[in-house]
């Protein structure tokens, strides 16, 4: 597709089960971003990939969380051990990155977890 | 985490008004400012961008003016719409090297009233 296609787009998981959510972004597109939307609340920054450069994890709000981006292209993001406090709609977004850079992020219609 | 401040939660406007969106930010180092829309259900959409050297930047029904003395941006919206109803999102580009990580505030509920 055209956009950033998320998967799932709703996941309801037990306490303690690890969940992978997924994020494709736009063909082309060097840099990768997650972000967490709890209910009612504003983006919190996750991690950021740029290119081949390494990750900037410095949002991830434990070690239970990861991210990878394979081949420069498709990302996952794991949550392992979940708790009900990492129920939140996570989003992916992706943009040209680069020195060109101006702020302009195209995203996900994300995926919402639920922890039960 | 991290996250710029933003005024007032909620603003309701009537329809043809003039909407005005605050917000505040503390990376006086951030390159450029962005605002950006999200419809309910859905992601964000980048409306417009500020360059950190400019005071103003106008686009179709929207302008955005930039105060770095008081580190504040905001967002109007010239005879706003019922589609304008959205929760409005401004960010700041932090600029450290080669990194393009953009920090969002909490957000503006703007209602318009028919």
């Known amino acids: ?116 | 985490g991290e996250s710029v401040g933003l005024h007032l939660p909620t603003l309701s406007v009537q329809e043809g008004d003039n909407s005005i969106i605050n917000c505040a930010y503390s990376n006086s180092a951030s390159d450029y400012f962005i605002w950006y829309k999200q419809e309910s259900g859905k992601g964000p959409q980048f409306i417009i961008d500020i360059r950190s050297n400019m005071d103003k930047r106008q686009g179709q029904r929207v302008t955005v003016l930039l105060n770095k003395t008081v580190k504040h941006l905001s967002l109007q919206i010239a005879a706003t719409q019922p589609g304008d109803s959205a929760v409005y999102f401004c960010a700041e580009k932090w600029s450290s090297g080669n990194t393009g990580k953009l920090i969002f505030g909490q957000g503006t509920t703007l209602q318009v009233k028919p």
């Open chain 1, 1 to 116: 597709g055209a956009g950033v296609s998320q998967s799932p787009s709703n996941k309801v998981t037990e306490k303690g089960k690890d969940v992978e959510l997924r994020c494709d972004p736009i063909s082309g597109h060097t840099a990768l971003y997650w972000y967490r939307q709890s209910l009612g609340q504003g983006l919190e920054f996750l991690i950021y990939f740029q290119g081949n450069s390494a990750p900037d994890k410095s949002g991830l709000p434990s070690d239970r969380f990861s991210a990878e981006r394979t081949g420069g292209s498709v990302s996952t993001l794991t949550i392992q051990r979940t708790q009900q406090e990492d129920s939140a709609v996570y989003l992916c977004a992706s943009s040209l990155g680069g020195t060109g850079f101006t702020g302009e992020l195209f995203f996900g219609e994300g995926s919402r977890l639920t922890v039960l």
